[in-house]
């Protein structure tokens, strides 16, 4: 079976989309937390994703790198799965490095940073490359240090996390995301565990990223940066989405009371 793309012509996906989720259903023993979620995001697009503590949006998340599993519905990143492959109409749980070699093409910056604290800001970066994509040493150090300059970070690259700020730490992250050159990167709540003055240095980096035509999907409570960057907003409530649409005609006029309320809520 060949890779990347095989199956957009058999579900009618179109060619560009990059993230595919059709009837989502995830539940924790008797508990539906995402209950037929669909979704499409094109590449090179940013899709927003809002809603309430406990409305399903992180989980969601950790669906589409396969982080949760699905009980239900159909996946697919660039046109594949990435948990499973298809063999006529069945899905088949692929092996747990198979799983990690496809999950390393999808980028995921965690809120709470998830660095490695005993390895310095340079050593984060080369650990996965090195790793798991075999590169060169010397190739993944040449690449991290671009990145570290992308992210406004060159200084630090001999620092250890615990001598960064908030920011700073998750400026690395985002950096250590993409050092493995991923598809599509996923942000969950970026800014939610910085001080209120550090979320402005990790929202600039993200929207250079959106310049640069990177496929995001990013999970936040930030209506401005949804406002400002995104290509697409997604209101999710009690594990369904409730209303998507453009941001910007979103935000000055949600069509579901639903919607209203929350945006009422957190601006």
Known sequence: MTRSGNHHDRFGIAPTTMVHAKGIRKSYGHLEVLKGVDMTVPAGTVACIIGPSGSGKSTFLRCINHLEEINGGLMLVDGDFVGYRLEGNRLYELTPSTICKRRAEI????????????????????????????????????????????????????????????????????????????????????????????VGEVLEVMKGLAREGITMVVVTHEIGFAREVGDQLIFMDGGVVVEAGDPREMIANPQSPRTREFLARVR
């Open 107 to 198: 980028g995921m910056v965690f809120q709470q940073f998830n660095l490695f604290p005993h390895m310095t800001v340079l050593e984060n970066l080369i650990e996965a490359p090195v790793r798991v994509k075999l590169e060169p040493v010397d190739q993944a150090t040449f690449n991290a240090i671009e990145l570290l300059k992308r992210v406004g970070l060159a200084d630090k690259r001999d620092a250890y996390p615990r001598q960064l700020s908030g920011g700073q730490q998750q400026r690395v992250a985002i950096a250590r995301a993409l050092a493995m050159n991923p598809k599509v990167l996923l942000f969950d709540e970026p800014t939610s565990a910085l001080d209120p003055e550090l």
